[in-house]
């Protein structure tokens, strides 16, 4: 049966239904006929869309996933490798993959008391665990009450964030675009594109703490780069070769997650020339500015901090004076719930100027000095800026 279709018909006055009928008498232009169509071409099929994903952190962390999907040999990353390689290449090295085994969290895990609110985002899916907590003591998330976990993976636990945590999901795979001969089936997540699947870790608020544990999010909402719809996807999983997905543009998300403090921080020197006189006081500037970080500089734990080192060098490349530092950190009391203490870093777009003065050694070989700025952190140790300087 044909739907109704309501047709309006405009009254017009007598006069003017009247011209009409004579200009129809008169004739009047056909229109062109319609462009031919060639029913023989072959005609492309339209791929039906990929389903929509499940949430991916509905219930919080960890994500238990209960069904392997079709196709898939285990939850284990290595599976992964054989068709997502560039992807599993870059992921490998990555803070991602080193979740659980990094020295610097196994120390900050035992500094706080090893709280399920530190593993269950190292840890992220509940195979990952070889005890579960059953409730906490005395509602404190520092004493968890553990019990034996029958589904624990040795295997899964030393890939830390590892594939399966953000890319499978009931018993399909997770992906940001559809894929029509995929082994396995996939459905599309807007989530994987969006800064707030990042806060799920990201972010976190200890009970009764004066600010955010972890505020990486939030700093990242409050500044310019979420105003401009610069995302964290956008910086820290910039595009790469090395795409498997058919019909994709040759390039997929970086998952390094690459951080390069250079590309955040500006060390800008001024010194009242370009020379320095051995034995002679001299007054050296240094201003910071966070000129590439959508959050603060550094981010993520109080217990993650950088030293800035100003060095003045002789001709030889030797300090012609003591290092002169400052600490980019913020500081916090030892325990719970970690109210804070100082905070020294910088913001998104912020900068902070400091002075010294060198009394340069009579004993460093005159010549083409420099002034350094370097930036440490364990036994990294990055240059920020290097100026040449005459020395005499």
Request: with cysteine.
């Amino acid at each position: 049966m044909r739907p109704h279709r309501l047709v309006v018909v405009a009254c017009l006055p007598i006069a003017a239904i009247g011209i009409a009928l004579a200009r129809g008498k008169k004739g009047q232009e056909v229109p062109p006929p319609p462009p031919q169509v060639d029913i023989s071409a072959p005609v492309e099929p339209v791929a039906p869309p990929a389903p929509a994903a499940p949430p991916l952190f509905e219930g919080g962390l960890p994500v238990t996933i209960a069904a392997l999907p079709n196709g898939l040999p285990s939850l284990s990353a290595q599976g992964c490798n054989a068709c997502h390689w560039a992807a599993h290449d870059t992921w490998s090295g990555s803070a991602h993959a080193k979740a659980w085994s990094d020295e610097v969290f196994q120390t900050a895990l035992k500094s706080a008391g090893n709280s399920t609110a530190c593993v269950s985002c190292h840890l992220p899916l509940t195979t990952q665990h070889d005890t579960l907590a059953a409730g906490y003591i005395d509602g404190d998330l520092t004493r968890p009450r553990l019990e034996a976990n029958p589904s624990f993976d040795l295997t899964l636990r030393g890939e830390g964030v590892t594939c399966a945590a953000c890319h499978v999901r009931g018993d399909t795979v997770i992906g940001p675009r559809p894929s029509t001969d995929a082994p396995h089936p996939v459905a599309v997540s807007a989530e994987l594109s969006d800064p707030a699947m990042c806060a799920t870790c990201h972010q976190l608020s200890w009970p009764d703490g004066d600010r955010p544990f972890y505020d990486t999010y939030g700093e990242w909402k409050g500044s310019a780069y979420a105003k401009a719809g610069v995302t964290c996807q956008d910086c820290h999983m910039a595009p790469t070769a090395g795409a498997t997905v058919p019909g994709s543009d040759g390039t997929l998300p970086s998952h390094a997650l690459g951080a390069d403090p250079r590309r955040a921080v500006s060390a800008l020197l001024s010194l009242p020339k370009a020379a320095v006189v051995r034995g002679q006081p001299v007054e050296v500037g240094l201003t910071l500015q966070n000129t590439g970080a959508g959050h603060a500089f550094p981010t993520g734990n109080p217990w993650k901090q950088y030293r800035v080192d100003v060095v003045l060098l002789d001709a030889a490349n030797k300090e012609l004076a003591p290092v002169f530092s400052t600490v980019l950190a913020r500081t916090v009391d030892p325990k719970p719930p970690y109210k804070t203490t100082a905070d020294t870093r910088l913001g998104p777009g912020a900068q902070r100027s400091v002075t010294h003065t060198f009394t340069p050694g009579v004993k460093g070989v005159a010549g083409r000095g420099a002034v350094e700025v370097r930036l440490v952190r364990d036994k990294q140790v990055i240059v920020l800026q290097r100026v040449m300087v005459d020395v005499t």
